[in-house]
C-alpha cells in the first residue's frame, strides 16, 4: 500500500457512498442547529414541531445533532481503510500521521476562531453576553488554539462551539495510531474496542455523572472500523449470497428508523447498528451511473468539514445584520425563509471557502514541510 495519500479522486470513487453520507451528516447538523436563531429569545425548551418545513425536515429537526456519531463513524471507516497497514508496517510515522491531520484540519478551525471571537466581541458589545456558547475567554481561546476545546481541561463549550467533536475526535488518534502500531487488528479486536469504550462511557456516566464524550468518539470510531472489515467480508462473498446484503441492510437501517420514531428506542442507541449499516449499505448501493453524478457526489462530500465549522460563524453574522436592519431573528424564524437564506449561504459559502482556503492551505502546509 503507498504511503502517500491518495488523491481527492481516487478517494472519492472508492468512498463515493461515504461522501454522501458526510454530507447528510452535515446538512443534519445545520438544521439542528437553526434552533440557534430562537435560542435567545425563548425560555426554557421550545416545540421543535413549531419549526418551519418540520413536515419536510422532522428527522432532522428532531435528531440532526446526531450526525456527530456519524461523522466518528466514518472516521473509523476511512481511517481502518487508508492507515492501519502503513502505520503497522511503520511506513507512516507519528510525526507524519498528524501533520497530515494536522494540516487537514487546523487551518480552518484557526481562521473560523478568529472569526467567531470577532464577530462574538461585536455581538457582546450590543447584547452584553455572547451568542450562545458563553465561555469566550482567554482559557479557552489557548484551549481552542491547541485543539483542546474538549479535553476535560473546559468549563463548557466556547468560541465555535461545533469544534468540541473535532477536539474530542483528536483524542482517539493517539488511541488509533497507537493500537495500530502495535497490531492491524482484527473485526472482533475493533468490536472489542467499541464494547469496552461503550461500557467505560455508560458507567462513568450513569455512576459517576461524568460525561467523557472522548468514549462516545472511541466507540463510534472503532464502529466504524469493523464496518471497513465486514465491507471487505461482503465483497469477498459469492455474488448469490451478497445479493441479500443491499436489502438486509436496508431492513437494519428501516428499522431502527422506526424504532425511534416509535420512541421504543433513543437516537444514541438505535444509532449504534444503524450508523455502520447505513455506512456499509452507502458503500455498497450508490454507485452513481454517470461520472457527472459520481463527480456531484464528490462535490457536495468535499464540502462538509467547511460547512459544519462556518455555520455557527454566519449564525452571528446573520443576527448582527438583521439587528442592523431593525429586525429582530425571531420575527422571521417560523417563517421559511430564515432557515432557506441560512442553508443557501451556509453550502453555497462552503464551496468558496473549501476551494479557496482549505484546500490550498492544506496543500501549502503539506509542500512547504513535505521535507521535515
Known amino acids: 500500500m503507498s504511503v502517500s495519500s491518495p488523491s481527492s479522486r481516487d478517494s472519492g470513487d472508492r468512498l463515493i457512498g461515504i461522501e454522501l453520507l458526510r454530507f447528510a451528516a452535515a446538512f443534519g447538523v445545520l438544521v439542528w442547529h437553526y434552533q440557534n436563531f430562537i435560542a435567545d429569545s425563548v425560555q426554557g425548551e421550545f416545540a421543535r414541531n413549531t419549526q418551519p418545513l418540520y413536515w419536510l425536515l422532522a428527522p432532522v429537526f428532531e435528531y440532526g445533532n446526531a450526525g456527530v456519531e456519524l461523522f466518528w463513524c466514518i472516521s473509523g471507516f476511512i481511517f481502518t481503510w487508508k492507515y492501519v497497514r502503513p502505520i503497522h508496517q511503520g511506513a507512516v510515522s507519528f510525526g507524519r500521521f498528524f501533520w497530515l491531520r494536522f494540516s487537514r484540519l487546523y487551518p480552518l478551525h484557526f481562521a473560523t476562531l478568529l472569526i467567531v471571537a470577532a464577530l462574538n466581541a461585536a ?3 450590543r447584547h452584553g453576553s455572547y451568542y450562545i456558547y458563553p465561555i469566550n475567554d482567554l482559557k479557552h481561546f489557548i484551549l481552542q488554539l491547541g485543539f483542546a476545546s474538549q479535553w476535560g ?3 463548557g463549550n466556547s468560541f465555535n462551539g461545533p469544534i468540541w467533536s473535532v477536539s474530542v475526535e483528536i483524542l482517539v488518534y493517539f488511541l488509533f495510531f497507537g493500537v495500530s502500531r502495535i497490531r492491524r487488528g482484527t473485526l472482533l479486536t475493533d468490536i472489542g474496542m467499541a ?3 461503550s461500557a467505560i462511557y455508560g458507567m ?5 455523572g461524568i460525561k467523557l464524550e472522548v468514549f462516545g468518539a472511541i466507540t463510534f470510531f472503532y464502529l466504524g472500523a469493523a464496518t471497513f472489515r465486514l465491507q471487505d467480508l461482503a465483497v469477498a462473498l459469492a455474488p448469490d449470497r451478497r445479493r441479500w446484503i443491499v436489502p438486509g441492510l436496508t431492513a437494519i437501517v428501516a428499522v431502527c428508523c422506526g424504532l425511534v420514531a416509535a420512541k421504543v428506542l433513543k ?6 447498528a444503524m450508523f455502520p449499516a447505513a455506512i456499509l449499505l452507502a458503500q455498497l448501493a450508490v454507485r452513481p451511473r454517470t461520472e457527472r453524478g459520481a463527480a456531484a457526489i464528490r462535490f457536495v462530500g468535499n464540502l462538509t468539514y467547511a460547512s459544519y465549522l462556518i455555520h455557527f460563524p454566519l449564525q452571528i453574522a446573520i443576527i448582527l445584520v438583521l439587528e442592523a436592519a431593525g429586525i429582530a431573528p425571531a420575527d422571521l424564524f417560523y417563517g421559511p425563509w430564515l ?5 443557501v449561504l451556509a453550502l453555497g459559502l462552503s464551496v468558496p ?3 479557496g482556503f482549505e484546500r490550498p492551505a492544506q496543500h501549502w502546509l503539506r509542500s512547504r514541510f513535505r521535507g521535515s
Do not use: E, M
Not at 462513568?204 to 459517576?208: G, V
Not at 437516537?267 to 449504534?272: K, Q, Y
Not at 432557515?339 to 442553508?343: I, N, S, T, V
Open 339 to 343: 432557515l432557506l437564506a441560512y442553508l
Open 267 to 272: 437516537i444514541a442507541g438505535a444509532s449504534l
Open 123 to 125: 455581538y457582546f458589545a
Open 153 to 155: 481541561f473546559q468549563t
Open 195 to 197: 464494547i469496552l469504550a
Open 204 to 208: 462513568l456516566r450513569r455512576h459517576l
Open 353 to 355: 471557502v473549501f476551494y
